[in-house]
């Protein structure tokens, strides 16, 4: 990814287990004025995509809260990350975030199928 240079500089001090609960976005964090590298320095973004640099093929999933409110807010993160570098075939979005306030970040490992020779 030509843009991984930027991603470890700005995520450096943030680790993520393999297996670790979704990495989460809320509204207060997400209510400042945003610029790419104000985006890149959220916690949770900036560890999703350092564990998306790590996990070869890996996408992410972006849990949001329902209603217009929450899919305008996740399709506003989708659009920023793809602006700074990530595919927009690695992201997913899925309504029904665990509060109505956040947004989770959850970066999955592609699946492996039979056969694949993965």
Known sequence: ??????????????CVQAGAA????????????????????MPAVSAAMRELDAKRGSHLIIRFPGGDEGSLWANELRAWLVSLGLS????????????ADTIELDVRAPLVTPGSGS
């Open 88 to 99: 927009s075939q690695r992201i997913e979005l899925v309504p029904g975030s665990h509060s």
């Open 1 to 14: 990814m030509k843009s991984l240079p930027l991603w470890c500089l700005l995520g450096l001090g943030f």
């Open 22 to 41: 979704p990495l989460v976005l809320n509204a207060d964090q997400w209510a400042v004025p945003r610029r790419g590298d104000v985006i890149l320095r």
